[in-house]
């Protein structure tokens, strides 16, 4: 089931009741000549089991602690945002899977030679979506994409991402006017802003998935920042970048370059991330979904149970 993602960007009184999520707006509780009839009415619940993500963009909200505690039991994603409303903060349960040490050591102890391999799929998978997401938004011709990335080597030895990545975002908004010179760069013009939006969105994602299928997001395949806790999540979200960047073209293509801002209205587009179509093994299924596919066969892989890693194909 796909689970729900929630938005809060306005002030908000947020508690548990009998496992809903109570949601309560303090201009409304707060106001003189409102009937405790209307106050009542005004009050939103939502079932804990069905939550998945939780975005928590203003600072004004006031959250519970047995809410906290009743959302990370059911393996939510909570997602705190800073003064600029970008995600910076990201809350994630401890234990996420019934047999968690077992699982922890067989994800530690995989070989140097497996993880390359891994590292291998990873990078096939993304440049062949990155090519199939070229093609459909940018119309840009890709059989050298394709090439790269039937040559990439165990641990990719020859950096062909790198290859892919500055010939993908050379051409991705070459089509819209405006941004014919477009870089790919965290701090640079937007819409660089909508993609580190997407990203983070993918990246909470990703962590819940790996975490409720027992691994450690820290511990990655490729990634080892020593100051990045979420290395392996870094590492299997790679092939799922291409669907937020084909969201990002459709936003851009609607909105035009003028209106890029992150409001709520294009944030609501972002949000819904987790509920775009993939396709795994030839069946459909939102991507929250998929990416759970993914990381159960991540595991799988570590334990010696099969060789390749569930990827989406675009």
Excluded at 21 to 44: D, R, W, Y
Excluded at 273 to 291: C, F, Q
Aim: aromatic fraction near 8%; glycine fraction near 6%; charge should be positive.
């Amino acid at each position: 089931m796909i689970k729900k993602t929630l938005y809060f960007g306005n002030p908000a009184y947020l508690s548990l009741r009998m496992e809903q999520m109570v949601i309560k707006l303090p201009e409304i509780e707060n106001a003189t000549g409102i009937s405790e009839t209307i106050k009542e009415q005004s009050v939103i619940t939502r079932p804990i089991e069905d939550i998945g993500v939780v975005v928590l963009d203003h600072r004004q909200i006031t959250i519970t602690q047995g809410l906290l505690e009743a959302l990370l039991e059911n393996n939510c994603a909570v997602i705190t945002c800073d003064s600029h409303r970008m995600p910076v903060g990201l809350m994630l349960p401890l234990c996420g899977n019934t047999v968690q040490s077992e699982r922890f050591q067989d994800q530690i102890s995989a070989s140097l030679p497996l993880r390359k391999q891994l590292w291998q799929q990873t990078v096939k998978a993304k440049i062949n979506n990155q090519a199939r997401i070229l093609t459909v938004c940018s119309q840009v011709e890709s059989r050298c994409m394709r090439k790269w990335s039937n040559d990439v080597k165990s641990g990719d030895s020859d950096n062909r991402e790198a290859h892919a990545a500055a010939y993908y975002w050379k051409n991705f908004f070459s089509n819209i006017q405006g941004l014919e010179s477009f870089t790919r760069n965290r701090d640079g013009i937007e819409p660089n802003n909508l993609l580190n939006y997407g990203y983070a969105i993918l990246r909470a994602i990703v962590a819940r998935a790996l975490v409720s299928s027992g691994m450690l997001p820290t511990f990655g395949i490729h990634h080892h920042n020593r100051y990045n806790a979420y290395c392996l999540a870094d590492d299997i979200m790679e092939p799922y970048r291409p669907y937020v960047d084909e969201l990002v073209y459709n936003i851009v293509a609607i909105y035009g370059v003028d209106n890029l801002q992150l409001t709520k209205e294009i944030k609501a587009k972002l949000l819904s991330i987790p509920t775009i179509d993939v396709v795994i093994s030839g069946k459909r299924s939102p991507l929250m979904v998929g990416v759970t596919q993914t990381t159960a066969s991540l595991y799988k892989c570590f334990r010696g149970e099969q060789r390749l890693i569930a990827y989406p194909e675009r």
